[in-house]
């Protein structure tokens, strides 16, 4: 399809490009930002790339209120050969759309939008880091703005994509984490929100995030919300166990996100040939396989870590080491393969990468 | 405890009041609201009045992204001796304080916050309107806006308090509606946070209020995430039923939110020598009472509608008649008694009405 040049507004100033190793998670902007409206009457208008500037709304603007919202991650790389290079952003799309139906609000037309993205991200193409591990960071989201304190959909929208310059996850490596299996709260349950990118999903968490930070862990291991016994997620990654040669992760319950890291490693597992299942799977099982010396790798898989190694997990006052603590040897291939296709080192048999 | 007077800013320009018959809920805004500032240095700090107005925040702002809020909703109310009425307001702010912990929201000093309040209606109160059933709605609320991208609670926070002018929830009369028995959609888990108000838990609601909506229901009646069958809450509101002459209401799960309204029922019952109970109540439980004839009466109650009968529900394709659709003996006394006090013409023996 075409999709006509975007209407742009250059910012007056541009920011200094910061030190691509002093980069920290989400916390500095490039100097544009994409923004698109929703009324009633005109649907989804007035695509636009402006100045990042701060954004004024009502106080009684929905989104303060009842929390409509929806968000995405993805990243840009910069190739070797200097390519700008994005993974499999059609996913991004269409998982935003889902989340945008169990939320109420508009979807947008898919292709349009990923055109949009790559048109803002040629604008501050200077922006993509190119050292081993950085990336840009792509945020897109969208909030509900009508000024009114009704329980319902909002009438209005405003769909943002803002870009920050993000370094490697494992400044000294990939390195496996302690996670902390939580009994007390939880993260979603079936018929809730937790397939969409929605807001209030991670700022639930807070309370069980910072108990484990306090008791030293890097994560929360989610179990379901009715029995408490099945693994749902970790933080906010997808979870994989190799339990005796088998990869297995969490079948998608519609209370678990649907990772496009997750969707990924399950097609290249089975391009290698390991075999690798998505079925429910109770924390006492895990336990059960750890203790018959069976379990042989665990991690997380998500796009701002991709790949993040489990050295050991806590459930209650018992700890249970993975690998000795070291990363498994799968982890580690899943890791190096898909960063190599996502930074063009490794050959993209799967059409996963799209140049910008 | 003595609060100083609070800085405030006067509106250059003032808005034309509304006619009091033809104010609709939460889509008009006195001339001022109430700001305070949270960070880690200082504290909450700044607390001052100043014009309503559009609020500019970083797009990167933790609300918009990760849906870290909190609200309230109270009623000031104009008495018949022109005095400017609150309800337990004190309720308000110690629930606030309970939802900021379950969102990992820093709390704030009830006694000085409702002090605040009092200041900025006795600044507005030219908005509180006096006509039957009319009020001034208030709406506090605190959202994250540090500009971060990273999953950990905020580290800084903005608070308001905007006001809104609102007519009477029966402009006929109190008026009996059909609610619908939700089967699929879940609104808040043991663990999750249904028991604070905070924005995820409203629109994660809204595909199911509308698709209750486009089966002609006014609201739904959420039963709990894990069993599906233990009745939790209706639409926004807690729920009541009589059965063969005792009132029962769910106890608090956890994932029920603790209702002013709610609470200042089963005290009023209690007064009255009506018997209440809270405990859990199954769904066939309601249905079975149905069968024998021994449902008599049924409502929801909060805030905004005070008593709100139930004249029907609808469970898959069945419908159920509650006092033949109109509203019960009980439900009127309460609703007249509860808005009798808030209004000042019923004698509140229980101090539960403050003067601003």
Redesign the interface.
């Known amino acids: 399809m075409t999709v006509k040049k975007l209407e742009w507004i250059e910012a007056p100033t541009k920011k200094e490009k910061p030190d691509p190793n002093e980069l920290i ?3 500095m ?1 490039t100097d544009h ?1 994409f923004t698109m409206h929703y009324t009633e009457e005109n649907g989804w208008h007035q695509p636009q790339v402006r100045p ?1 500037e ?7 603007s929905m ?7 929806v ?1 995405e991650g993805l990243k840009a790389y910069r190739s070797a050969d200097n390519e700008i290079l994005l993974f499999r952003p059609e996913e991004n799309m269409k998982r935003m759309n889902r989340s945008n139906e ?3 609000i508009p979807s947008f037309n898919e292709e349009e939008m990923l055109e949009y993205i790559k048109q803002l991200i040629e604008i501050e193409k200077d922006w993509v880091p190119g050292e081993p591990g950085t990336s840009l ?1 792509i ?1 897109p ?1 969208i ?2 703005t009508e ?7 909002s009438h209005s929208y405003q769909l ?1 994509v ?1 870009l ?1 310059p993000v370094g490697s996850y494992y400044p000294e490596g990939i390195n496996p984490v302690k996670i902390k299996v939580e009994k ?10 937790g397939m969409a990118k ?10 069980a ?2 108990k484990a930070s306090n008791s030293g862990h890097a994560q929360v291991l989610w179990l379901d ?2 029995e408490k016994k099945y693994v749902e997620e970790v ?2 990654m997808n979870i994989f166990f190799k339990i005796n040669g088998e990869v297995i992760t969490p079948s998608l319950s519609g209370s678990i996100l649907e990772g496009v890291t997750r969707k990924s490693i399950i097609e290249l597992l089975q391009s290698w040939g390991v075999p690798v299942t998505e079925r429910k799977i109770t924390i006492d099982e895990v336990i059960e396989s750890h203790r018959e010396g069976k379990l042989e790798e665990a991690f997380g898989a998500g796009t701002a870590a991709v790949v993040s190694p489990i050295g050991a997990f806590t459930i209650d006052e018992a700890q249970y080491q993975v690998q000795d603590g070291e990363t498994g040897e799968l982890t580690k291939a899943l890791y190096d393969t898909l960063t190599g296709i996502q930074t063009g080192t490794v050959k993209d048999h799967f059409n996963w990468v799209t140049e910008v």
């Not at 701060?54 to 009684?60: E, N």
């Not at 939880?186 to 929100?193: I, L, P, V, W, Y």
């Open positions: 998670f989400g916390r902007f930002m990042y701060k954004i004024s709304l009502d106080p009684a989104i303060f209120h009842y929390g409509q919202s968000f169990r939320m109420s960071y945020r989201f909030i509900g000024p009114n304190l009704g329980v319902h959909p943002f803002i920050s007390e709260y939880t993260r979603a349950a079936q018929g809730g929100t929605t807001g209030g999903n991670y700022s639930a968490g807070y309370n995030q910072e919300a009715v933080g906010s």
